[in-house]
């Protein structure tokens, strides 16, 4: 739990601040799980704060929702090229992906349990990132990554707004985003591995987690 609230203050996610006249806090919680190995053999326990978003009302702590995801099609036609022009394919899973997502909304929330400011029990947070469990926390994680994704000169497919593609003279460079799942495809591997790098040198290095395709 430590380590989780370490992480979220890192990110500057929210803001200690006196709730304003009329407002009421969204409420939040601890979900804790282990995570086991292939052998089944006990690897780690995790932690994760998780806001309930079914406090969140309409209007006032959250507008709109919607975030696309690539369609399965498309994972098949990508896999399917990789096989015909024997293309480079490595996959990145990105940890905490919802925290680097920016909330346009003004929310408050309570502070975590076994973490309330000693002295300012009476103060909120006031959100600057979005948390797993906002309603609207897969759309600004989207949003996000798009616009670095457009800054590095890809575009979206026409077919599909979750596919993005890139050719620089005979380089050819897709990328399938599956909400914090990204499979990378290029056929060049010195090439895809340059691009990996300039993932970890982006605001999201420090929640990239690689994790190659064999």
């Known amino acids: 739990m430590q380590k989780e609230y370490d992480s979220l203050m890192t990110n500057n996610t929210w803001t200690l601040v006196p709730l304003p006249a009329g407002r009421k806090p969204v409420s939040c919680k601890w979900v804790l799980k282990t995570k086991q190995g292939t052998n089944g053999e ?9 806001a ?3 406090t969140q009302i309409y209007g ?6 919607f975030a696309p995801v690539a369609k ?3 994972i098949h036609c990508i896999l399917a090229l990789v096989v015909l022009e024997d293309m480079e394919i490595h996959q990145m899973d990105v940890k905490i992906a919802f925290l680097n997502g920016e909330l346009e909304e003004e929310i408050y929330m309570e502070q975590p349990q076994g973490f309330v400011h000693q002295g300012g029990e009476h103060l909120m947070c006031k959100l600057h990132k979005s948390l797993y469990g906002f309603k ?14 457009k800054s590095i000169e890809f575009m979206k497919s026409d077919a599909d707004p979750n596919v993005y593609i890139a050719q620089v003279g005979d380089v050819k460079f897709f990328i399938v985003v599956y909400v914090d799942d990204l499979i990378l495809v290029c056929n060049d591997q010195n090439k895809l591995l ?7 040198v982006t605001p999201f290095k420090e929640v990239l987690e690689y994790c190659d395709v064999d």
Do not use: C, I
């Not at 690897?43 to 994760?48: S, V």
């Open 42 to 50: 006990l690897e780690h326990y995790k932690a994760r704060l998780v």
């Open 194 to 200: 340059q691009m990996k790098l300039q993932f970890g």
């Open 136 to 149: 609207q926390s897969p759309r600004a994680w989207n949003q996000k990554l798009d616009a670095f994704l």
């Open 72 to 74: 399965f099609t498309s």
């Open 52 to 54: 309930r978003g079914f």
């Open 60 to 65: 006032v702590d959250y507008n709109e929702t």
